[in-house]
T-cell receptor, first 112, second 113 residues
Framework: DQQVKQNSPSLSVQEGRISILNCDYT??????FLWYKKYPAEGPTFLIS???IKDKNEDGRFTVFLNKSAKHLSLHIVPSQPGDSAVYFC???????????WGAGTKLIIKP | KAGVTQTPRYLIKTRGQQVTLSCSPI?????VSWYQQTPGQGLQFLFE???????NKGNFPGRFSGRQFSNSRSEMNVSTLELGDSALYLC????????????FGPGTRLTVL
């Protein structure tokens, strides 16, 4: 049973437009959420996080939104750039547990 | 500051063999986590070590084991390799507190023939 789901294996977006990556979770005990980005032949790198006490966190072109009632979070990238082409993973954890639970990833392709 | 390093980067083994992968965390990091990545499955958590103790364990069979040394370096061992063990194995280090950012190494690509 996947507790963190990224239902879109891939997403293609025009350069300059907004990219929206989605993530759903089933465990209501999750209270900390992260997004990581992964380029081929490299390990994932941390992008942005949000705790359950907030519903939005912004860092430059990246904004993460959290909807606790829907158990849904999304990552918005505005404007999208070619260097944003990568696989994006969302991950979640409980306050009492150090273990991160990961989604399967969404491959984002930014078209020039 | 040097990043997380993993050796070897690529490995080819045959079924039934065993393999040991190594991970050197960022200096000062006390937590090392291991993950298996296969296409379409995301990152599957194997285990996490903190101060030489296994603090968390995922749902992998006992063929997968690990350990951490006093300098925080960690090794992962897989015995009696199966074809399905072919994957990218990633390790990540962090300071070890809740919600600390994990920093990943480049991974070891294991192919089992």
């Amino acid at each position: 049973d996947q507790q963190v789901k990224q239902n879109s294996p891939s997403l293609s977006v025009q350069e300059g437009r907004i990219s929206i990556l989605n993530c759903d979770y089933t465990n209501s005990m999750f209270d900390y959420f992260l997004w990581y980005k992964k380029y081929p032949a490299e390990g994932p790198t941390f992008l942005i996080s949000i705790s359950s006490i907030k519903d939005k966190n912004e860092d430059g072109r990246f904004t993460v939104f959290l909807n606790k009632s829907a158990k849904h979070l999304s990552l918005h990238i505005v404007p999208s750039q070619p260097g944003d082409s990568a696989v994006y993973f969302c991950a979640a954890s409980e306050d009492s547990n150090y273990q991160l639970i990961w989604g399967a990833g969404t491959k984002l392709i930014i078209k020039p | 500051k040097a990043g997380v390093t993993q050796t070897p980067r690529y490995l080819i083994k045959t079924r039934g063999q065993q393999v040991t992968l190594s991970c050197s965390p960022i200096s000062g990091h006390r937590s090392v986590s291991w993950y298996q990545q296969t296409p379409g499955q995301g990152l599957q958590f194997l285990f996490e070590y903190f101060s030489e103790t296994q603090r968390n364990k995922g749902n992998f069979p006992g063929r997968f084991s690990g350990r951490q040394f006093s300098n925080s370096r960690s090794e992962m061992n897989v015995s009696t390799l199966e074809l399905g063990d072919s994957a990218l194995y990633l390790c990540a280090s962090s300071l070890g507190q809740l919600a600390d950012t994990q920093y990943f190494g480049p991974g070891t690509r294991l192919t089992v023939l």
